[in-house]
């Protein structure tokens, strides 16, 4: 039988306006694309063990993917959405 998992999505990335001048002139110049990264997280209830990958975006057919490629077949799922 399946365990049960917490699964959530943050931001990870500081705002350029309280990063150092040299740091965020390489964001405005471009070097660093992307500001801020999308990071997905998953607990198991059970064992506490979370894992916790960088996906390209947070839409619903990235996460489920990624949810359905980690976790066992009749997992319960709990998310705050």
Same mark, same amino acid.
């Given at each position: 039988m399946g365990v049960p998992v917490e699964v959530d999505e943050t931001f990870i990335g500081g705002k350029p306006q309280k990063m150092h001048r %040299? *740091? *965020?002139?390489?964001?405005?110049?471009? =070097?660093?694309a992307n500001k801020k990264m999308a990071v997905m997280g998953m607990l198991d209830r059970e064992t506490r063990q979370v *894992?916790?990958? !960088? !996906?390209?975006? !947070?839409? *619903? %057919? =990235?996460l489920q993917a990624e949810i359905l490629s980690q976790i066992e077949h009749k997992s319960t799922v709990y998310t705050d959405g």
């Open positions: %040299e *740091r *965020r002139l390489k964001i405005q110049n471009g =070097t660093h *894992r916790a990958k !960088v !996906v390209p975006n !947070v839409k *619903r %057919e =990235t």
